[in-house]
């Protein structure tokens, strides 16, 4: 017989001792003991039938004898005694506290015994344990709007739950039933198709006002509850719908209870109701997002305050409460520990990911050096680490690569108009990435003079590291990812005096045969990055001229010839030869397909944009002196002409 550990002490500590007692036990004969038990049996029974006095004295009688294990088998094997029991349970609305307290006592010894528990759900004693609890709320609720009691009833003592609003006011009684009741359910609740049926009899409904009680046992089954039935997409449901059910607002208020045991619970809890989109955004709601910071600090409850930070950062207005609490430094302290802890490592990559979506935050982690220590904890990492943290970690990276680029077109946009609000959202300090000088005498306005980004060496130290990685690299999903990085880094990235085409000419075979996979029965993400890649790569005529030694114009072109081929895909091969037209060596090769460019403007909008700037740059390179169009350009005023008439 398994026992569960949900016991109260005082109420249980006998009939546990006894179970545990139960093999080196010795007795009167079988005979005697079953003939022992049938009258005591016998006499309980007929003592339930009588008044309230004699009711309670049937009940301890049997309750007494739950303290020798021999008898526990026979008393929850006898239909007649156990269906009087469960019957009287039922009926607790017209019955003293006191009698609902003693069957809760009997009703809690038979629950810790996993063997038992299906020969309570058969007597229902899980429903009947509901409508105790639903009784006694109703009496707290009664007791509340009493004007003669005292204030002092009412009080919280110290160190327990402080909630800023109480509807109920319970008495020590009733939390004593309650909480049999609760930890009754919360042991049958380990059947999870008893556990269903609580739920759609108003289990959650039930325990909200629970969470008001002053007893920290009686919270503690509460959560235990809660937590346990917060892995029902039903649960998430009614807490997002019903607007009279405050549990949400009741479990954020315990996250400042100073019991670390109940702060648990609740994070936990909240974790579980998470994944329902409607259920995050109350939490959002009703949390604050500094105490979730405060919480990492706390060892046993820093996973499952990660987790629930990571559900709630994927969104805009939390990343934002997130990095105005201060967050970001205590990510990258924990970040250390990714190695040694395969849990709370994910739990911070996954964070550290959406973070890094928010531009402040991602300048924030890249000031504190959060580049470098992510490329130190990849170099440090196993080969088994690497399956389950490398693509994570480079996910961070990637996004911090996307703000590096933001960064820079910020900046020359700025530089381009003399104004620094291009870059106000993307930065907290523009003036760092700015050389100013002052301008003439008529004025003291300084002038931004030059760009200082160059300066900042974020990446040029990784950049062979990157290269090296993503080129071995055999897993589709990390090269991915590494592909990303390289498609965000400009030439102000790479080492001092080094441009792309020097790393063409010194990776050149394992470039080459990397874009040569992009005619092979590859997944679309991979395919997307060569190209977006290949396009990035034409930034010199160096590069070109490389380009065009490969013949990759002509792949591309194979794959844009391709029916029903994926249209996001068209448009960046689309945008790759916009970036080959600037220089002669790859134009003329974009040239030869212009047909498959011009079919591209009967697509959609986004397609169809993409093609006519295309075309605009082939008419503009192939035409005379004197403006005349030459044949590519006759050829493509003739399709237009073709396509309007259609139209």
Known sequence: MQLYPRAPEEWTGDVENTISDLCN?????????????????????????????????????????????????????????????????????????????????????????ENFQQILSSHRVGAFALGVIGLELKRALHRRADPTLSSNDAMQPNGLVDLPTRYYSFSKK???????????????????????????????????????????NSILVTLSLLKKASIFEETATELSTNTTCSVIS??????????????????????????????????????????????????????????????????????????????????????????????????IAGLLVNMSLHPLCAEEMVRLGAINRIFRTIRKLTKSQRHYSSQIIVKVLRNLSIWTKCLQCRLSEALLIQDIAPLLGTTQHP?????????????????LHTSLYWEKHFWDAHVDFIMKDALQCEDDNMLVEWLGILNNLTVDDLPGGVQWHDMLDEYHSSIADHFQKLLDPLHNDFKLELIIWLGELC????SSYWITSYNLIAVLADLLSRPKQDAEMRLQILLAYEKFLLYEETRFQVAGVVDQ?????????????????????IEEFDCESDGTPGEIGMCILQRRYEEMIDC
Do not use: W
């Open 25 to 113: 036990r010795s007795g009167n004969s079988d005979s005697d003991t079953s003939e022992y038990f049938d009258q005591v049996a016998e006499e309980s029974l007929n003592l339930l039938y009588q008044g309230d006095g004699q009711k309670l004295k049937g009940i301890n009688t049997v309750l007494k004898l739950c303290r020798d294990a021999r008898f526990l088998e026979d008393i929850i094997q006898n239909h007649q005694l156990m269906s009087a029991f469960a019957r009287l349970f039922g009926e607790s609305e017209n019955l003293p506290t006191n009698i609902s307290f003693a069957l809760g006592k009997l009703f809690l010894a038979f629950s810790l015994v």
């Open 174 to 216: 009733q939390e004593h039933v309650i909480f049999l009741c609760l930890s009754i359910l919360d042991n049958l609740a380990d059947d999870m198709a008893v556990l269903r049926k609580m739920i759609k009899k108003s289990l959650v409904s039930l325990l909200t006002p629970c969470l008001q009680q002053k007893s920290i």
């Open 250 to 347: 009741e479990l954020t208020h315990l996250l400042n209870n100073p019991h670390i045991k109940i702060v648990q619970e609740v994070t936990a809890t909240l974790f579980n109701l998470s994944f329902h989109r409607d259920c995050a955004n109350l939490i959002s709601a009703e949390i604050d997002h500094s105490m979730l910071g405060a919480l990492l600090q706390e060892p046993s409850i820093c996973t499952h305050t990660l987790q629930l930070m990571y559900h709630l950062s994927s969104s805009d207005e939390d990343r934002q409460q997130l990095f105005e609490s201060g967050i970001v430094p205590d990510l990258l302290d924990l970040f250390q520990h990714i190695s040694s802890h395969q849990e709370l490592g994910k739990g």
């Open 431 to 447: 003036g760092s990435y700015f050389d100013t000088v002052k301008e003439e005498i008529s004025t003291d306005e300084n002038v």
């Open 539 to 542: 930034s010199s005529k160096e």
């Open 597 to 617: 460019i011009i079919d591209c403007l009967n697509e959609e909008c986004s397609l169809r944009l993409a093609a006519e700037r295309c075309l605009i740059l």
